[in-house]
């Protein structure tokens, strides 16, 4: 990953690295029960993780996608569900802002965003809209100089313990064409409801929950953008948050490798240890070279973002490959420690658990391909 890093890069590798180690590692049982982890998140805002690739004058670190791929792969080493909870703050709910707000919205919400003070969330899915996004069934009507929004959201991270909530609603301002527009929803707004927290068979300290608006008024300063594009917005947020899913898949792919890498070391069988035998070693091998692929993937996405270029494909390749890789990856670690790999106590069974989420959130393996499979046909003339 040389090719990508730079002096400041490896710096804050270095001090994810020991920061998730020492203190990320020993908690991260305790987080897989469902304990949201408030003070790793409280420790991270001090370092500054929350507000890495935004604008040093909101109170952001001013770096780069790189930067923020590398923190969510070393948090994702340790926890998974720690990693998700600052991905989405960042990638999810900060991002709209970041990008789409007007000044007076920066101003108002980046520097507790960056800071971490106050954590973000994002809502699209609904329970008639996942895949098929653009079925959003949540409405805004106008009303006055603002929007009375009814309809709920489902899945949404981090809505327990956000400050703010971004989301999508059906614009009906009177005109034919309703579209689809975005909205700044801020805790404790009437009308708001949070519902409680989903019981999940991974990410399990990671906050997920439904969220219900009931006749919420959000004035007109709240609406994020362009009324009519808030679609496009969202869109173009899931295509970065793809490339830090990805990075989240990378780091908890190598976090079940390392592992099982070390587990094989000690382990023996029949004299010797078991990554003497070819069955284990050449699983070792697959990862290995799987992960490699991946981190290829995953940081030329993110360097081609921070150029400035369109990055539809090659987020969803990052995203896909990753994400199944993960998959296999952590099964093949619970292969190589046997039973005591489907015991909880061993990290193996639990980086296992976390995988599967990453093939599904931000658009499933299948959308991915249908994304690729649009990008490299749609300049190839008709034969």
């Known amino acids: 990953m040389k090719i990508y890093f730079n002096e400041e890069h490896i710096l804050l590798r270095d001090m994810v690295r020991e920061f998730a180690i020492n203190e990320i590692r020993p908690h991260a049982q305790n987080v897989d029960t469902g304990q949201f982890p408030t003070e790793s998140i409280k420790k991270m805002s001090e370092l500054g993780l929350m507000g890495i690739p935004w604008d040093e004058k909101y109170g952001g670190n001013g770096m780069d996608t790189i930067a923020l791929v590398i923190a969510i792969e070393e948090l994702g080493k340790e926890c998974a569900s720690t990693a998700a909870t600052m991905m989405a703050h960042t990638s999810l709910g900060t991002t709209p802002i970041a990008v789409f707000g007007t000044d007076e919205q920066k101003a108002k919400y980046l520097p507790d965003l960056c800071s971490g003070k106050m954590l973000g969330a994002f809502g699209l899915t609904e329970p008639n809209a996942g895949s098929d996004a653009g079925n959003t069934q949540t409405r805004a009507v106008k009303k006055g100089d603002g929007y009375v929004i009814n309809g709920q959201k489902a899945f949404c991270t981090n809505a327990g313990y956000a400050g703010t909530i971004i989301i999508t609603a059906v614009v009906d301002d009177g005109t034919e064409g309703n579209q689809i527009g975005a909205f700044i929803v801020e805790k404790g707004t009437e009308g708001l409801r949070i519902g409680e927290p989903e019981h999940k068979m991974g990410w399990k300290g990671s906050d997920t929950r439904s969220v219900y608006f009931e006749d919420m008024y959000i004035p007109k300063e709240n609406v994020l953008g362009n009324p009519s594009k808030g679609f496009k917005q969202f869109l173009r947020t899931l295509t970065g948050g793809r490339i830090t899913i990805g990075a989240l898949a990378l780091g908890t792919a190598q976090g079940a490798y390392e592992r099982a890498l070390k587990y094989s070391c000690e382990r023996e069988a029949f004299g010797k240890q078991i990554n003497k035998f070819q069955a284990i070693s050449f699983k070792l091998a697959d990862m290995a070279t799987s992960i490699e692929a991946s981190k290829h993937l995953v940081y030329n996405a993110a360097y081609l973002k921070d150029e400035g270029e369109d ?73």
């Open 311 to 383: 990055i539809i494909k090659e987020a969803a390749m990052a995203k896909l490959f990753s994400s199944e890789m993960c998959m296999r990856v952590t099964t093949e670690a619970i292969q190589v420690l046997g039973g005591y790999g489907y015991i909880k106590e061993y990290d193996v069974e639990r980086f296992f658990r976390d995988s599967k989420i990453l093939e599904i959130g931000e658009g499933t393996s299948e959308v991915q391909r249908i994304i690729i499979s649009r990008e490299i046909l749609k300049n190839i003339s008709s034969v």
